[in-house]
């Protein structure tokens, strides 16, 4: 049976790593939630936050996004695109829903209901730089 201590500690792990999702729009890897937890909770494993990541992507409240075959993850749930930098790595939100949206009919009567597009470039920081 597990105690109630123990699920008190679980959960409380879980909202860190929710917390360190949502406190930043980087679309980070587990490696940078790790860090950023371990200021909170000094003794948690990498297994430990990756077990809590996949528990959030499986009730839904981050996504995982793929770059460059990495796994990072999302906190904003609304739709958008990703840009992808092929200099920084950096991973940035598009709010563009006018590309397409669901409803819309492809030629030949092909019906819209959900859409997945990625971009790739070279992002407006690392363009200044060059
Ligand atoms: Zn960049
Ligand atoms: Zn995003």
Same mark, same amino acid.
């Given at each position: 049976?597990?105690?109630?201590?123990?699920?008190?500690?679980?959960?409380?792990?879980?909202?860190?790593?929710?917390?360190?999702?949502?406190?930043?729009?980087?679309?980070?890897?587990?490696?940078?939630?790790?860090? +950023?937890? =371990?200021?909170?909770? %000094?003794?948690?494993? *990498?297994?430990?936050? /990756?077990?809590?990541? #996949?528990?959030?992507?499986?009730?839904?409240?981050?996504?995982?996004?793929?770059?460059?075959?990495?796994?990072?993850?999302?906190?904003?749930?609304?739709?958008?695109?990703?840009?992808?930098?092929?200099?920084?790595?950096?991973?940035?939100?598009?709010? +563009?829903? =006018?590309?397409?949206? %669901?409803?819309?009919? *492809?030629?030949?009567? /092909?019906?819209?209901? #959900?859409?997945?597009?990625?971009?790739?470039?070279?992002?407006?920081?690392?363009?200044?730089?060059?």
């Amino acid at each position: 049976m597990i105690s109630e201590t123990h699920q008190r500690k679980r959960s409380r792990q879980r909202d860190k790593v929710l917390d360190a999702v949502r406190s930043t729009r980087t679309h980070p890897g587990a490696d940078w939630v790790f860090h +950023e937890v =371990r200021k909170e909770i %000094p003794n948690i494993s *990498l297994a430990t936050v /990756y077990r809590n990541l #996949n528990l959030l992507v499986q009730s839904g409240e981050i996504n995982e996004v793929l770059c460059d075959g990495q796994l990072r993850f999302d906190a904003n749930k609304t739709d958008h695109f990703h840009f992808t930098c092929r200099l920084c790595k950096g991973i940035f939100d598009i709010d +563009e829903t =006018r590309v397409t949206e %669901p409803g819309f009919k *492809l030629p030949r009567g /092909y019906l819209v209901e #959900n859409v997945k597009m990625d971009f790739y470039g070279v992002c407006p920081q690392c363009q200044s730089k060059g």
